[in-house]
T-cell receptor
Framework: GESVGLHLPTLSVQEGDNSIINCAYSNSASDYFIWYKQESGKGPQFIIDIRSNMDKRQGQRVTVLLNKTVKHLSLQIAATQPGDSAVYFCAEVGSNYQLIWGAGTKLIIKP | DGGITQSPKYLFRKEGQNVTLSCEQNLNHDAMYWYRQDPGQGLRLIYYSQIVNDFQKGDIAEGYSVSREKKESFPLTVTSAQKNPTAFYLC?????????????FGPGTRLTVT
């Protein structure tokens, strides 16, 4: 759902470690999910997507896991780098094909 | 070079004035969207349009207006009725319907009203 009135949760990770960002979605009938990365002062950028007939999808250094039983989505970033510092949003496709945005998580990389 | 452009990047206005934010795309996308983002928060949908000459209210449409006279353009007017207009405004586009859920975003316009 939307993050109206809420401030972003923060995840701090040591450079080189793996990051896991979690997201709970609302509609058990959603069949498509996307992760976006938003750097400070910029628009969100697509990272990776997954359809509901999959439970895992891998990209370059990123993996998305989907658990439909508990309506949970996660984004794993391997060997986190300073350039990974950003806010990460999950989004699910609603019944009218519009994206329903999650609250977002701010990822901070510690040197 | 395809993409979405928003102008200007920074915009300053006095309270009580209407202001129009520009959004243009050359991706040949049917659908376009306007979002508002406040500091440290997520995206909230203001208006969206799935086809030329048609648009729908999002979750926070009050105090805003849009038009969609051309496929490439979806300008947003922030009216004086919007109580807290200072925010970061993001425009996005996508293929319509089941053709494409991924939204492509512009760089944003930061509006400050004093």
């Amino acid at each position: 759902g939307e993050s109206v009135g809420l401030h972003l949760p923060t995840l701090s990770v040591q450079e080189g470690d793996n990051s896991i960002i979690n997201c709970a979605y609302s509609n058990s009938a959603s069949d498509y999910f996307i992760w976006y990365k938003q750097e400070s002062g910029k628009g969100p950028q697509f990272i990776i997507d997954i359809r509901s007939n999959m439970d895992k999808r891998q990209g370059q250094r990123v993996t998305v896991l989907l658990n439909k039983t508990v309506k949970h989505l996660s984004l794993q970033i391997a060997a986190t780098q300073p350039g990974d510092s950003a806010v990460y949003f999950c989004a699910e496709v609603g019944s009218n094909y519009q994206l329903i945005w999650g609250a977002g998580t701010k990822l901070i990389i510690k040197p | 070079d395809g993409g979405i452009t928003q102008s200007p990047k920074y915009l300053f206005r006095k309270e009580g004035q209407n202001v129009t934010l520009s959004c243009e795309q050359n991706l040949n996308h049917d659908a376009m969207y306007w979002y508002r983002q406040d500091p440290g928060q997520g995206l909230r949908l203001i208006y969206y349009s799935q086809i030329v000459n048609d648009f729908q209210k999002g979750d926070i449409a009050e105090g805003y207006s849009v038009s969609r006279e051309k496929k490439e353009s979806f300008p947003l007017t922030v009216t004086s009725a919007q109580k807290n207009p200072t925010a970061f405004y993001l425009c996005a586009s996508s293929l319509a319907g089941q053709g494409g859920y991924e939204q492509y975003f512009g760089p944003g316009t930061r509006l400050t009203v004093t």
